[in-house]
């Protein structure tokens, strides 16, 4: 009977360690579990930080593109206006030289008309007789 006693007190000490480690196991798993969903928990806001990170780069980019975009437009019309301000200089220095040439050519035509009047008004004199 003394033997039985000790078997069935180490029966009970055997069943309580067994409670008691599957205790702990199902502590384990649960603080496990806790640890993975904070973990898990912890990405997800890692994540969104660093889509929020991306997002915010994204739209800085496309603003400084924007940005980029909007000042070479407005060189490009600058550079237009330039042009054309210059081509409006060169069209009224073509105009004045093109007026010069003019008043030139309009000259030259009204001094060769008088010399050639001058030589059609010149008088013969081979008719008329000096006197002796």
């Known amino acids: 009977s003394d033997v039985y006693k000790r078997q069935a007190e180490r029966l009970a000490e055997m069943k309580e360690e067994n409670e008691r480690i ?9 603080e496990k579990k806790k640890m993975e969903e904070r ?6 806001i890692k994540q969104s930080e660093a889509l ?5 780069k994204c739209l800085v980019k496309e603003m400084q593109t924007r940005e980029m975009r909007e000042n070479a437009k407005q060189a490009d019309e ?12 060169k069209d009224e220095n073509v105009k004045r030289q093109q ?3 003019k008043k030139l050519v309009e000259q030259m035509i009204m001094n060769h008309m ?9 008088v013969s004199y081979t008719h008329l007789t000096l006197p002796t």
Do not use: C, P, T, V
Not at 22 to 30: I, T
Not at 52 to 56: C, G, I, L, Y
Not at 114 to 122: N, P, S, T
């Open 78 to 89: 600058d550079r237009k206006k330039e042009i054309m301000e210059k081509m409006g200089q």
């Open 114 to 122: 008088a010399k050639e009047k001058e030589m059609q008004e010149a």
């Open 52 to 56: 929020e990170a991306h997002k915010e």
């Open 99 to 101: 007026s010069k040439n």
């Open 39 to 44: 973990l898990w928990e912890e990405r997800q």
């Open 22 to 30: 599957s205790e702990q196991k199902r502590a384990n798993y649960f």
